[in-house]
């Protein structure tokens, strides 16, 4: 069972370049988020999908957008890339967006640097 | 605003003996609270939980405790390995959205 899968696992981007990091699960989890994690801080949601056609913001959306076409792959895009978007970026999924007894599962994150 | 924190960045345990990590909480609504345990270079990986009708929740070797008095929540870890060495993480989720609000984390080194 390969669980949650993001790649690529490292990149580097020059300052205006786009690109979209990928996500898969294979747990048919509704729900799937996208993270980012700074030095010294926690982790702060990006955006989060209940289900296929359905997204929604988290608490630092601007500069990514997000689709769920399929419960599986949940991609954050990366429109224009701004060293303030280096960061390691984390996607999780569960059956119910972490609520009680259904905990998110951790892809093992993408670890983004901008130029 | 809502926040979750953590009173100690690095916690350093003898091998063998018990760790006790604490995080304070600030929204009396939350209704659930989480652990995570991430190692270097992995995604956090759920450790334990604990509903707020609930004081404390036993695991394999790791106990929960919610003092909601305080707002405070603490992760005890018996008899130390060193595979527990990662930063530990507790987050909270109000129960009214999908959105957990996570502390900081706390480095926990083992020492031989």
């Known amino acids: 069972n390969a669980g949650v899968t993001q790649t690529p696992k490292f990149q580097v981007l020059k300052t205006g370049q786009s690109m979209t990091l990928q996500c898969a699960q294979d747990m048919n989890h509704e729900y799937m988020s996208w993270y980012r994690q700074d030095p010294g801080m926690g982790l702060r949601l990006i955006h989060y999908s209940v289900g296929a056609g359905i997204t929604d913001q988290g608490e630092v959306p601007n500069g990514y957008n997000v689709s769920r076409s399929t419960t599986e792959d949940f991609p954050l895009r990366l429109l224009s890339a701004a060293p303030s978007q280096t960061s390691v970026y984390f996607c999780a999924s569960s059956y119910s967006g972490g609520q009680a007894d259904s905990p998110l599962h951790f892809g093992n994150g993408t670890r983004l640097t901008v130029t | ?112």
């Open chain 2, 1 to 112: 605003g809502e926040s979750v924190g953590l009173h100690l960045p690095t916690l350093s345990v003898q091998e063998g003996d018990n760790s006790i990590i604490n995080c304070a909480y600030s929204n009396s609504a939350s209704d659930y609270f989480i652990w995570y345990k991430q190692e270097s270079g992995k995604g956090p990986q759920f450790i334990i939980d604990i509903r707020s009708n609930m004081d404390k929740r036993q695991g394999q070797r790791v106990t929960v405790l919610l003092n909601k008095t305080v707002k405070h929540l603490s992760l005890q870890i018996a008899a130390t390995q060193p595979g527990d060495s990662a930063v530990y993480f507790c987050a909270e989720n109000s129960g009214s959205n999908y959105q957990l609000i996570w502390g900081a984390g706390t480095k926990l080194i083992i020492k031989p």
